[in-house]
């Protein structure tokens, strides 16, 4: 069965970075991409970005982009996140999830990590 696991989250001062951690295992092949999302609070759930595992082809949301990278750990089965310039807004719970391609609503999901960005 599928399975992800977040790591790396915390309290972080505004300007500061941070990298997230997604270990994924379950899958066969690497026909499947992870993506990263987040839900501030109060908010509804966003797309950050996603990296396609076949051939690491990535996508960031223009709101993040130049500060958010997402990578993939050679020879192994995680994807990172990594955040840089944090700024209050981007406080939140961050999720990763995996389907065979990119989607809103991935099959498969984290159980997520909390992001916390305040001085």
């Known amino acids: 069965q599928v399975k992800l696991v977040e790591s790396g989250g915390g309290l972080v001062q505004p300007g500061g970075s941070l990298r997230l951690s997604c270990s994924v295992s379950?899958?066969?092949?690497?026909?499947?991409?992870v993506g990263w999302y987040r839900q501030p609070p109060g908010k509804a759930r966003e797309g950050v970005g996603c990296?396609?595992?076949?051939?690491?082809?990535?996508f960031i949301d223009d709101s993040v982009k130049g500060r958010f990278t997402i990578s993939r750990d050679n020879g192994k089965n995680s994807v990172s996140l990594d955040l840089s310039n944090l700024r209050t807004e981007d406080t939140a719970v961050y999720y990763c999830?995996?389907?065979?391609?990119?989607?809103?609503?991935?099959?498969?999901w984290g159980q997520g990590t909390q992001v916390t960005v305040s001085s």
């Open positions: 379950g899958f066969t092949s690497d026909d499947y991409a």
């Open positions: 990296i396609f595992i076949s051939d690491n082809q990535t």
């Open positions: 999830a995996a389907d065979r391609g990119c989607s809103l609503t991935p099959e498969w």
